[in-house]
């Protein structure tokens, strides 16, 4: 029995098929990657300074061309990071180095995403969020011991600092002890100097 008003060849069926094939992989072809997800997700805040941002997309991006970029929208200078791509191309590891600056917003963006068929990204390619106060500069357990003066600066993980010293308070009379960029806190400290003027004035400011 046939339903159409006219007769179906084997043929004809099979060219219907191969139509509805072609058709359903053009439109695969097109279909656009996404971002699915990120953290910290946009507009969160008191985000770790040094957290990464992991962007996790629909499918495997080209990962020579797919990039990350971030921002500080107070001083507007980017931001470095390290980026690490998964085995299977779709989960974008962003770490910064060194850590972000604290109680800053920090705007993050994809530039020239696409997957490996060259079908750019679609939807949003960028957000925000907040990092969290950072750690004040403080220096902590003073000990004399074996003619050596030491003492410890807590600082936040991966803080750029530098210790110095002056035998006097006055301006322009300090001097250099070093510059660190730790990536843990507290930074135990030894002054040899110590061991030739016991009267000497310490303090630890952001920078090198």
């Known amino acids: 029995m046939n339903l159409f008003p006219f007769p179906i060849g084997r043929n004809y069926l099979v060219r219907v098929f191969a139509l509805l094939l072609s058709l359903l992989a053009l439109g695969h072809a097109h279909a656009q990657p996404t971002i699915v997800s990120t953290v910290p997700p946009t507009g969160a805040s008191g985000v770790s300074r040094s957290a990464a941002v992991i962007i996790t997309f629909s499918e495997a991006m080209n990962t020579s061309l797919t990039m990350a970029y971030f921002f500080d929208l107070t001083t507007f ?6 980026l690490s791509w998964s085995a299977g191309n779709t989960v974008l590891t962003c770490t910064p180095t060194p850590s972000f600056p604290a109680s800053r917003t920090i705007s993050w963006t994809v530039s ?14 960028g957000g925000t969020f907040a990092t969290g106060a950072g750690v004040q ?3 902590t357990k003073p000990t004399w011991s074996g003619g050596t003066f030491s003492f410890d600066v807590n600082s936040s993980a991966g803080q750029t600092f ?5 035998s006097t308070l006055r301006p322009n009379q300090w001097q250099t002890l070093l510059t660190t960029n730790s990536p843990t806190s507290p930074v135990h400290i030894v ?18």
């Not at 200078?77 to 390290?82: D, F, K, M, R, V």
């Not at 020239?112 to 068929?117: D, E, R, T």
Request: charged letters at 15%.
């Open 112 to 125: 020239n995403g696409q997957n490996p068929a060259g079908a750019p990204l679609a939807g949003y390619s």
């Open 191 to 208: 002054d040899p100097h110590s061991r030739t003027n016991r009267y000497l004035f310490y303090r630890a400011r952001t920078g090198s």
């Open 77 to 82: 200078q980017q931001l470095p990071t390290s």
């Open 137 to 139: 500069l403080t220096l």
């Open 162 to 166: 530098t210790v110095e010293y002056s």
